[in-house]
């Protein structure tokens, strides 16, 4: 496999590198064997494989079975600044090798980075069984595939960098598993099961959007190939992203159009306005907590080295100051029952940033979807939950929210939760809408048809049954 990877890296003239990723592949696929999509190993289906970063190349359809995928390492393109454009190391030259003083911080960000990436595909390996059409079939394939070439690339940079310690921290990427009691993934929004689309679709919105703004922030950094990797990986990441925010405007739309015509959703198969808000709550509080503590060290350090930015910190304009040295982010903290403001040095409060950043980005996938609903007449509305609730990081995970911020003490949670949160009745009616429509052209009835890939239409035969 090694002979036909596409790759811009030099591979064939590295012998060492190659001689190392020859050592893990086999260990790769067969982890992509026991934990990529059960029951579709064998088919042939219609994706797309990088074969370079131009735009011809990035993006090219044919049919493929999953198992012999070409997974490319691809750099994006040089940037345009040769400097480091913020923190303490602001205007010197970008790293091309990781400096010794700099070394654990920076394997800790890829290693965090590259272990979500097989977590993804262990979360979604069962849903292939109940795809609500071919193209969802197909979408969620290409999603998985995506996911595992965002793992070689950062395996590649950890084989290429950090030496045996990377090699060790490779190997351990394909021995954890999401969910696994004594094995878990490292981040906790990772081990959470993925039951059904809607909670695909979620995922993909919610939390491959946390992706989109950690890959970003990596992307204006001071290691040269860290951030030309996540750059690339943002092209991919664009796609998943769109699988989630279409998915739950297909599901909205179908029950707009049901409660538009006098029918209850629930008793024709399809999903309750409320349901779909439940599981909206459910992953976007889930994801807030991958941004991390609003008051952080570690966010500090990664500024003032320049190993970590702001979502597009280098967009001119955009930030009139890359020091942040002596400013501050207010925070509303509530301290004995009241609420107050909390001064954080703004250095420190790197990771508040980036989740406003996500907020206000998530808010337009929301305004969309809530588009539909007024376009069918329907008066409901779908919210954000508030960045308070639910929380298990950071300043308000020691208390109890409801979903609009506002403190409630346990007692009053207990009671109020499975109006906010998915129940196991709400799974079961779900679980039940999850009838798998394989045939071209057709589609389930619980939402509305997508569009086609790739160029081709809807019924196009996007998985071939061998």
């Not at 600044?81 to 923190?87: H, L, N, V």
């Not at 779909?276 to 080295?305: C, M, P, R, V």
């Not at 508030?386 to 007692?411: K, Q």
């Amino acid at each position: 496999m090694l002979d036909t990877i596409p790759n811009n890296v030099n591979l064939s003239e590295n012998p060492k590198l190659q001689r190392a990723l020859q050592h893990w592949l086999p260990n790769f696929l067969e982890w992509w064997k026991e934990m990529g999509p059960e029951g579709f190993q064998d088919e042939r289906i219609y994706l797309r494989t990088a074969i370079g970063v131009g735009q011809g190349g990035w993006a090219n359809f044919d049919y493929v079975k999953m198992p012999e995928y070409r997974w490319g390492i691809f750099l994006a393109n040089p940037r345009p600044a040769t400097t480091i454009g913020f923190g303490d190391h602001m205007g010197e030259k970008l790293w091309d090798q990781v400096p010794g003083e700099h070394r654990k911080e920076l394997r800790r960000l890829i290693v965090t980075q590259g272990d979500t990436e097989p977590a993804s595909v262990e979360q979604q390996r069962l849903l292939g069984h109940s795809a609500p059409s071919l193209v969802d079939l197909r979408n969620l394939f290409q999603v998985n595939v995506e996911e595992a070439r965002h793992l070689w690339a950062m395996v590649y940079l950890l084989h290429s960098y950090f030496g045996a310690d990377g090699r060790d921290e490779a190997e351990d990427m394909l021995e954890r598993r999401s969910g696994h009691a004594d094995r878990p993934r490292i981040l906790d929004a990772f081990n959470k099961p993925i039951k059904d689309w809607l909670d695909l679709y979620c995922f993909t919105m919610f939390t491959d959007r946390d992706g989109k703004f950690q890959l970003a922030s990596l992307a204006e950094g001071s290691f040269d190939p860290l951030a030309r990797s996540t750059r690339f990986m943002l092209m991919e990441e664009a796609f998943h992203l769109s699988v989630g925010d279409t998915g739950i405007a297909r599901v909205v739309r179908r029950t707009a159009e049901l409660m538009k015509e006098g029918t209850e959703p629930a008793k024709v198969g399809a999903i309750p306005l409320e349901i779909i808000q439940k599981y909206i709550n459910e992953w976007a509080t889930a994801s807030y907590d991958l941004f991390g503590g609003e008051d952080s060290s570690n966010a500090a350090a990664y500024f003032s080295t320049g190993v970590k930015g702001r979502f597009e910190e280098s967009e001119e304009g955009k930030y009139p100051d890359h020091l942040a040295l002596d400013a501050a982010y207010t925070a509303p903290v509530l301290e004995n029952g009241k609420w107050s403001k909390r001064e954080i040095p703004l250095r420190r409060a790197m990771n508040a940033c980036l989740l406003d950043s996500y907020i206000e980005d998530c808010s337009k996938g929301l305004k969309r979807w809530n588009g539909i609903l007024e376009e069918h007449g329907i008066g409901e509305r779908l919210r954000l939950p508030s960045t308070h609730c639910n929380r298990a990081v950071g300043l308000y995970a020691d208390h109890r929210f409801d979903v609009e911020g506002e403190p409630l003490d346990e007692a009053a949670w207990q009671r109020a939760k499975d109006k906010w949160f998915p129940t196991q009745a709400d799974y079961d009616l779900v679980k039940r809408s999850m009838v798998p429509v394989l045939e071209p052209g057709k589609v389930a009835n619980w939402l509305a048809p997508p569009r086609g890939v790739g160029g081709k239409p809807v019924d196009f035969q996007y998985v071939q049954f061998h």
